[in-house]
């Protein structure tokens, strides 16, 4: 995809401005717009990521590796300095903000879409209806009729940690709750096994890996009514928009590099123009849904 000549000069220009404001990068070898980094990415949000990361870097002199691990695992890995860019589905924690703040480093946050937590069952499952009350109640352990089982991805997950808080449980009942390495074994396990119900990242759904494609021919995405809701919302882009799917999370790029370093670009970069059509076309909800040209010929 080439950019327009008009947004890239704009789009260094800013970039430009934005480096002289910060201080020098610690390297020669990486400004804003070229040289190399790794980026810490919650496992559930990869899929988009990757796409980001594909159409910058044919773009710019960049190459970006993509570590993608649990969100607790990309977390620590953050604080342990692996890398000081990280894109979660939430802000820091008091905790890490203090520790970045004893470093005299200010976390430069920003928003970059919207996604959401998403429910799939087996194919053979006709009811693809689920109250969010009957999940909380199961999670607290108390047996429901229509909620036989839940896989999650990762017990260090950001999905685990998200129905954990809703819940108001510190961890996982022991029974009847599965939990693996990443979105793909949940889709391969749902598809294969009648009854469970498995929690994913929608970016996975709309954008599967080549073996889980497969697997998505057997399981449906099932609608949510919201703890105290009267309908039920399928995990939609219009639906995320308006606010009726009870599951949806914003998302963030965090940049801790302490200097206009290749982060500070592609953070901007995902958050422009070109980033948030990404974002629109992947099926997520960007924070700016970008503009659109009509030309009119008055001749016909």
């Known amino acids: 995809m080439k950019l327009p000549l008009s947004f890239t000069l704009v789009f260094v220009v800013v970039l430009t401005s934005l480096f002289f404001c910060c201080k020098k990068a610690t390297s020669d070898n990486e400004t804003i717009l070229k040289g190399g980094v790794t980026i810490l990415v919650d496992e559930t949000l990869a899929p988009i990521i990757e796409d980001q990361i594909a159409v910058f870097e044919s773009e710019y002199n960049a190459k970006i590796i993509l570590d ?33 703040e004893k470093l005299k480093i200010t976390p430069k946050t920003t928003k970059i879409g919207t996604d959401a937590i998403t429910f799939i069952t087996n194919k053979k499952n006709k009811d693809t209806l689920l ?41 996982l009942p022991e029974k009847n709750v599965y939990s693996f390495k990443n979105n793909s074994e949940v889709v391969k396990f749902v598809a294969e096994n009648d009854g469970m119900i498995g929690v994913v990242g929608l970016n996975w759904l709309y954008q599967p ?15 949510l009514k919201g703890i105290g809701g009267k309908e039920f919302y399928a995990p939609t882009q219009n639906n995320i928009a308006e606010g009726t799917y009870p599951m949806s999370r914003d998302l963030y ?19 422009g123009d070109i980033g948030q059509r990404i974002i629109l076309k ?19």
């Open 282 to 300: 992947s099926g997520l909800l960007p924070v700016r849904v970008p503009g659109r040209k009509i030309l009119i010929n008055g001749k016909i």
């Open 131 to 171: 109250a969010l009350e009957d999940v909380v109640k199961f999670l607290k352990g108390t047996p429901q009729n229509r909620v036989k089982g839940i896989v999650f991805d990762n017990p260090n997950s950001s999905t685990v940690r998200y129905l954990n808080e809703l819940s108001g449980i510190t961890s």
């Open 209 to 223: 890996t080549a073996d889980v494609k497969e697997y998505l021919k057997n399981v449906s995405v099932m609608s």
């Open 68 to 100: 993608a691990k649990s969100e607790k695992e990309a977390s620590l890995a953050f604080i342990k300095d692996t890398s000081r860019i990280i894109v979660l589905s939430r802000t820091l924690n008091d905790s890490e903000l203090k520790y970045f």
């Open 253 to 271: 790029i965090i940049n801790c590099q302490g200097y206009s370093g290749l982060g500070m670009g592609f953070a901007s970069f995902v958050a």
